[in-house]
Each structure stands twice: as C-alpha cells, then as structure tokens.
C-alpha cells in the first residue's frame, strides 16, 4: 500500500463505552472538539483522496485502552472522517461504504493525539 497522506491531530479519544455517568455536555463539547480538528484537516485535502483507500487510526495517549474501547474511542472521528470522504450521506452512513477499510493502533506517548494515515491500497 503507498500513504496518502497523514495527520496528527490534536484530539483526546476516551473510551465512550466506560462514559455512561458522564454529563451529555461534556461528550458534546469533546465530539465538536473531534469534529472540528478532523474538518480543519480534511478541508483543504478531501479531493487528493481517490476511493478506494484504507484508514489507519493510531490512538496516542499515556495509557491504553483495551481493543474494544479503542474501537469506542474512534467511533466519532471515524464517522467524520468518512462523512468528508463520502459527502452527502445521512451522518454516522459514509464509515460503513465498502471502499474504505479500517485499522485501528495505539502507541504511547506523553501528549494526546491522534493520528490518521491513509493509504491507497
């Protein structure tokens, strides 16, 4: 596979799965976050990106989550992500289209971040 292009973006991922007790605004306020930083990125580079394409989501934190949290903890921006990439789409539809396939990763690092790799397969 050849990289597209990359960012590194910074975004706080939690895990939304262990976040029931948490008040709806503060997962509001962190998802816009999300939004924003992905929109910011996209904007100027959706065009650059042909279909097919594979996403590698890379989760930088201190600590790390277990697989199925780290999947929780990507589900917004992985929504954003494929709603620039497939525009016109009801939101939360785009992320399911059979010509993006997704990888998941974390490393660790001291500042939170994510960053977003994707390839031309």
């Known amino acids: 596979m050849k990289k597209i292009i990359e960012f590194v973006l910074p975004i706080k991922t939690v895990s939304e799965a262990n976040r029931s007790s948490e008040h709806w605004s503060a997962k509001h306020k962190r998802h816009k976050t999300q939004?924003?930083?992905?929109?910011?990125?996209?904007?100027?580079?959706?065009?650059?990106?042909?279909?097919?394409?594979?996403i590698k989501?890379?989760?930088?934190?201190?600590?790390?989550?277990?697989?199925d949290n780290l999947l929780f903890a990507f589900k917004s921006i992985r929504d954003y992500i494929a709603d620039k990439l497939i525009p016109g789409l009801q939101?939360?539809?785009?992320?399911?289209?059979?010509?993006?396939?997704?990888?998941?990763a974390q490393e660790t690092e001291k500042k939170q971040a994510v960053k977003i790799e994707i390839y031309n397969p």
């Open 35 to 54: 939004k924003k930083q992905v929109w910011l990125a996209f904007n100027a580079n959706t065009e650059s990106i042909p279909l097919p394409c594979h």
């Open 57 to 67: 989501l890379t989760r930088l934190s201190s600590r790390s989550l277990d697989d």
């Open 91 to 104: 939101i939360g539809r785009a992320d399911g289209d059979k010509r993006i396939t997704w990888e998941y």
